[in-house]
């Protein structure tokens, strides 16, 4: 399970809905294709983003991006979408114990990387929950691809809370009734329909799995207007460069 690329050292208890009402500063950023219309000054800034629902570094790849989006919000209009990637395609679906898994993955080196985790997401103001199932994320990725259908802004937020859940509270990612949970909780309407066929979107997620991942060896991976890419939980202020830059 590769949770740290070679390219960076940053590849790869509060209240639930406080930290939610938090991440939705950033929805109206999101929607770009209307924001433009509002407001042809701002340059847009295009961001594909390939991660994992289980890899902790794209969800702090994600925070430091919404802190520079915050930072630059009357400079730019965002549109960011999600690409799936899977850290372990073989995963069991009906999931293993997370402990137990990383034991077995990393050997000795388990509790140092559970140490450094732990610490990076006390610097975000969260604290690194290792407890409960990890496995398969094809789910969780065929509902991204559904909340994109239904808005990027919904998309962002979903990842939000699909990682608060996983990473903070131990759900589990391979959980239909966390994943539903967490659509609603965004906004996300006909999740519960969607999910319930296993063949819907499985064909829209292998076509990006295929197109955007196939070329990458680690995430986070971003890239910003088609040109600046980077790869890793880059801190804000690179974030922001590259928004200079494109």
Same mark, same amino acid.
């Given at each position: /399970?590769?949770?740290?690329?070679?390219?960076?050292? %940053?590849?790869? +208890?509060? !209240?639930?809905?406080?930290?939610?009402?938090?991440?939705?500063?950033?929805?109206?950023? /999101?929607? $770009?294709?209307?924001?433009?219309?509002?407001?042809?000054?701002?340059?847009?800034?295009?961001?594909?983003?390939?991660?994992?629902?289980?890899?902790?570094?794209?969800?702090?790849?994600?925070?430091? %991006?919404?802190?520079?989006?915050?930072?630059?919000?009357?400079?730019?209009?965002?549109?960011?979408?999600?690409?799936?990637?899977?850290?372990?395609?073989?995963?069991? +679906?009906?999931?293993?114990?997370?402990?137990?898994?990383?034991?077995? +993955?990393?050997?000795?080196?388990?509790?140092?990387?559970?140490?450094? /985790?732990?610490?990076?997401?006390?610097?975000?103001?969260?604290?690194?929950?290792?407890?409960?199932?990890?496995?398969?994320?094809?789910? !969780?990725?065929?509902? /991204?691809?559904?909340?994109?259908? +239904?808005?990027?802004?919904?998309?962002?937020?979903?990842?939000?809370?699909?990682?608060?859940?996983?990473?903070?509270?131990?759900?589990?990612?391979?959980?239909?009734?966390?994943?539903?949970? !967490? $659509?609603?909780?965004?906004?996300?309407?006909?999740?519960?329909?969607?999910?319930?066929?296993?063949?819907?979107?499985?064909?829209?997620?292998?076509?990006?799995?295929?197109?955007?991942?196939?070329?990458?060896?680690?995430?986070?991976?971003?890239?910003?207007?088609?040109?600046?890419? %980077?790869?890793?939980?880059?801190?804000?202020?690179?974030?922001?460069?590259?928004?200079?830059?494109?």
């Amino acid at each position: /399970m590769r949770l740290v690329s070679v390219k960076s050292n %940053l590849l790869h +208890k509060v !209240s639930p809905s406080l930290l939610f009402q938090k991440a939705c500063r950033y929805k109206g950023i /999101m929607s $770009a294709s209307e924001s433009v219309g509002n407001n042809t000054e701002k340059k847009l800034i295009k961001i594909d983003i390939s991660s994992d629902t289980v890899c902790p570094w794209c969800f702090v790849g994600k925070k430091n %991006l919404d802190k520079a989006i915050a930072a630059s919000k009357d400079q730019y209009d965002f549109e960011i979408r999600w690409h799936p990637f899977q850290l372990n395609p073989s995963a069991p +679906k009906e999931g293993i114990n997370k402990k137990e898994f990383y034991r077995n +993955k990393f050997g000795s080196q388990t509790e140092r990387i559970e140490a450094r /985790m732990s610490e990076v997401f006390r610097g975000l103001g969260l604290e690194y929950n290792l407890s409960g199932l990890t496995g398969n994320t094809l789910d !969780s990725h065929r509902l /991204m691809h559904f909340a994109g259908k +239904k808005g990027l802004d919904k998309q962002h937020n979903l990842m939000e809370v699909l990682s608060l859940g996983y990473f903070t509270q131990a759900k589990f990612i391979g959980d239909q009734e966390f994943l539903l949970e !967490s $659509a609603k909780e965004v906004g996300i309407e006909g999740a519960e329909e969607f999910l319930r066929d296993p063949n819907n979107g499985l064909k829209e997620v292998n076509e990006e799995l295929e197109k955007y991942s196939a070329s990458i060896t680690g995430v986070p991976y971003f890239v910003i207007n088609g040109s600046q890419k %980077l790869s890793g939980a880059q801190p804000p202020e690179v974030f922001l460069r590259a928004f200079q830059v494109v």
